[in-house]
């Protein structure tokens, strides 16, 4: 045992560079195991539900699966920590963070896919009701998070680790090759991948300190009332900057802003172009306003910020639109890490994600607040 939980240990040494673990194809669980009785079911190719019905009609068949003895050593309901699986009132804590629409993206695809599952468990197909069982939306949920390379999810994740799980399609097996030199008993760890500790929250429900690859989303939006809200949309659009689409399709106006440190270190002020030049056509007044944009972005290209606008209390207004959007979540992020202290409901493990996740943004904010031009 590590300090997270299983973890699988070197019994040798294990040089670095060396191929140190081998899965064969067979022994994966892949779309393709799904038996054609349950895959009838399937009005849906989102490989995660078809991984989770084949689990759900392994542990059905219970000790008659050949996959039972891994299937007994899956993480069980209650140890699973996923935002998925988190109450109203905790994920509250990050409405201001990725995360928290992450993960009501995931449950809105979970409950639809466990809707057309249910459907055609109910309606077109009873007789597959032999093949799950009675499966609940939290069994389904159950069964869409957890991991399926048997060994391979044994690994803990290190965001400092180069080791990642790769395919070798001649050998037909999954490969890890190590990235450091381990000795007998060292724990072996692998990188999920770049990645911020938003996903690792939805998917693997954990989030880790110091994460280099946080990443903060800055929310703008061209305000429903505004009367020049269809120009404006149009305009946005015909420079590739249309926003997220409702529902119905429409143009919603709002459109999110992805920062991460690496970006902004690398990139500095034109990291934030995009968002500057979305706040000028936000805080553009008039009709020949815009006009006046459109035509400073042939010569100066103001949509993309590449320039400033000729205007410079325009400019400065547009620029005050934006730092008063950060500051607006580095306020929120301040407040929510200084109340979860006070905080004595929730879960000691859920207040460690928690701080980690708020940590993390609140550094890439704060860094995003001090770039230059700002
Ligand atoms: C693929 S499994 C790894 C095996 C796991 N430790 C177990 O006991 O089954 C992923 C889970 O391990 C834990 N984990 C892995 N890496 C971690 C890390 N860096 N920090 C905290 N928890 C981690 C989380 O609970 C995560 O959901």
Not at 68 to 82: F, H, K, M, N, V
Request: negative net charge; charged residues 25%; contains cysteine.
């Amino acid at each position: 045992m590590s300090q997270y939980g299983r973890a699988l240990f070197a019994t040798r040494r294990v040089p670095a560079g060396s191929r140190f673990l081998e899965i064969p194809r067979i022994a994966i669980i892949t779309p393709e195991n799904v038996p054609s009785q349950v895959s009838h079911l399937l009005s849906t190719s989102n490989p995660k539900t078809r991984l989770s019905l084949f689990l759900l009609s392994e542990k059905h068949k219970a000790q008659e699966s050949q996959w039972a003895p891994y299937l007994r050593c899956l993480p069980q309901l209650g140890d699973i920590e996923s935002t998925m699986f988190w109450k109203a009132e905790e994920l509250a804590w990050l409405k201001h963070s990725p995360t928290y629409r992450e993960t009501m993206e995931c449950l809105k695809i979970i409950k639809s896919e466990f809707h057309l599952l249910t459907l055609a468990n109910k309606q077109v197909f009873p007789w597959c009701r032999d093949a799950l069982g009675e499966v609940s939306l939290t069994d389904f949920m159950h069964a869409y998070s957890t991991d399926q390379i048997p060994f391979a999810d044994f690994f803990n994740h290190d965001h400092n680790c180069q080791t990642r799980l790769s395919y070798d399609k001649e050998k037909d097996c999954a490969v890890a090759v190590a990235d450091q030199d381990y000795k007998a008993g060292d724990e072996i760890f692998l990188s999920y991948g770049s990645t911020p500790n938003s996903i690792l929250a939805v998917d693997y429900g954990f989030a880790v300190a110091s994460n280099p690859h946080e990443q903060v989303e800055v929310p703008m939006g061209v305000s429903l009332t505004d009367p020049l809200r269809d120009l404006k949309l149009q305009t946005l659009s015909r420079h590739n900057m249309s926003t997220d689409l409702n529902d119905d399709g429409s143009p919603s106006g709002r459109k999110r802003f992805t920062f991460r440190d690496s970006d902004l270190a690398e990139r500095g002020s034109m990291a934030v172009a995009p968002l500057r030049a979305f706040a000028r056509l936000i805080c553009a007044e008039s009709y020949e306003d815009l006009q006046e944009m459109s035509e400073e972005s042939l010569t100066h290209d103001v949509f993309y910020a590449l320039s400033p606008r000729r205007d410079e209390r325009k400019e400065s207004e547009a620029v005050s639109f934006v730092r008063t959007q950060i500051k607006q979540q580095v306020d929120q992020h301040s407040k929510a890490l200084k109340d979860l202290d006070d905080d004595r409901e929730i879960p000691l493990s859920r207040k460690s994600i928690l701080r980690n996740i708020l940590t993390g943004e609140l550094r890439v904010l704060r860094n995003l607040s001090c770039i230059t031009c700002l």
